[in-house]
């Protein structure tokens, strides 16, 4: 096995070194993921990035940057006790930085998880216009939202990192200066434990969310469409031609959306008579969770029949979104190497509804001075013999 390096911060220029100091040129670690902790070290409007370790008693292996807060390699154990990759991302800082790759790999989305309708927000009276980067609708924060900032982090032992970004008021044209915060925390059952807070001095929206694209086989060369997908939500919301919510909440019965039990992601995904189905692209919708915002309580499950490995997604958000990774065209090449095709990513998006700002009978996600946000993810993994 592969020694994994917690890595740090560091200031532009500074000199590297990841052992004491000899007069030895030694050769470079890398991490159980086959990640070279340098590639990671470099500068994005001035700030630095770096790539920071988690590991755990059994073995497995979580690294995150904090260019955009992403989580970048997850390694976890298979059913034969063999280590896999299983989410999608890039060899190196640079490949994320949006003038290489528009690219939402493992980030923590701010301001505003999902679109927001022609970017129009109201608050107390005023109408305020976001940027228009996605059918004309504000999608995860706009066009420059936290997944292309660099935020400051502190990694206070070998299983937490802590992230934090100071977004100005005007963000985006967002309102308010926010404080927000993303902890990671590697558990010793095997879950990424992702808590989120943020605060502000001015009323303004708030929805994150974390947007790693899971690919269970361990083998980004093949699709997720084999992958046995369990959503415990009886309801969702639909969506016209430009993926925005319609107001609408709708029973899944009957219908390909509906996942309240087990069945592989690809069973339906190509039914395009079904016109949630064409306008998705196959699926990109939120689903309205029946745990009633317990995060005790499994939203989600997915599980690779070829890999054994099994991955359960609590929150204490009222929805999950889940996108297939419809729109991955083989023009992205990750790591190792390999090019991403059509469906060879699955996201498991905890938050609120898309587009509440404009949806006031839906969970609010506005916040207030005086009040903290706050929003409770685990990806709890296992392997099924």
């Given at each position: 096995m592969i020694k994994a390096t917690r890595t740090f911060m560091m200031l532009a220029g500074a000199a590297?070194?990841?052992?004491?100091?000899?007069?030895?040129?030694?050769?470079?670690?890398?991490?159980?993921?086959g990640l070279d902790p340098q590639n990671f070290i470099g500068e994005y409007e001035g700030k630095a990035t770096a790539l920071y370790t988690l590991k755990n008693a059994n073995g497995m292996e979580v690294c995150v940057t904090n260019f955009g807060g992403r989580i970048?390699?997850?390694?976890?154990?298979?059913r034969n006790g063999d280590f896999k990759d299983v989410v999608l991302g890039f060899d190196s800082v640079q490949a994320y930085f949006p003038e290489n790759n528009q690219?939402?790999?493992g980030a923590s989305i701010g301001r505003y998880a999902n679109r927001i309708n022609q970017g129009k927000i109201v608050i107390d009276g005023d109408t305020i216009q976001l940027p228009q980067n996605n059918f004309?609708?504000?999608?995860?924060?706009?066009?420059?939202g936290w997944q292309y900032k660099v935020y400051s982090a502190e990694?206070?032992?070998?299983?937490?990192?802590?992230?934090?970004?100071?977004?100005?008021?005007?963000?985006?044209?967002f309102p308010g200066n926010v404080k927000a915060q993303v902890t990671y925390t590697l558990t010793g059952d095997n879950a990424i434990d992702i808590a989120y807070k943020a605060t502000t001095d001015n009323p303004t929206y708030i929805n994150m969310t974390n947007h790693s694209y899971f690919n269970l086989n361990g083998d980004p060369t093949q699709p997720i469409t084999n992958n046995i997908l369990t959503v415990n939500a009886s309801r969702f919301t639909p969506v016209d031609a430009t993926y925005m919510t319609t107001g609408e909440i709708l029973d899944v019965k009957d219908t390909p959306m509906d996942f309240t039990t087990a069945k592989e992601v690809g069973a339906q995904i190509e039914e395009v008579d079904f016109e949630q189905i064409?306008?998705?692209?196959?699926?990109?919708?939120?689903?309205?969770?029946?745990?009633?915002?317990?995060?005790?309580?499994?939203a989600a499950t997915l599980y690779s029949p070829t890999t054994g490995i099994q991955l359960e997604v609590l929150t204490d958000e009222p929805g999950i979104q889940v996108y297939t990774g419809n729109f991955l065209d083989g023009t992205v090449t990750g790591k190792k190497g390999i090019v991403y095709q059509q469906r060879t990513g699955i996201c498991l998006e905890t938050q609120k509804y898309p587009?509440?700002?404009?949806?006031?009978?839906?969970?609010?996600?506005?916040?207030?001075?005086?009040?903290?946000y706050t929003s409770h993810c685990i990806f709890r993994f296992s392997a099924v013999k």
């Open positions: 590297i070194a990841f052992t004491a100091c000899n007069t030895t040129k030694e050769a470079p670690q890398t991490t159980l993921s970048v390699s997850i390694m976890v154990p298979d690219s939402d790999f004309g609708h504000c999608l995860h924060g706009g066009p420059t990694q206070p032992n070998d299983s937490t990192v802590v992230l934090t970004m100071d977004s100005p008021d005007g963000d985006n044209n064409k306008f998705g692209n196959g699926y990109d919708h939120n689903w309205v969770l029946d745990t009633n915002r317990d995060a005790g309580q499994v587009d509440t700002p404009n949806k006031p009978e839906w969970p609010s996600a506005l916040l207030n001075p005086g009040e903290t």
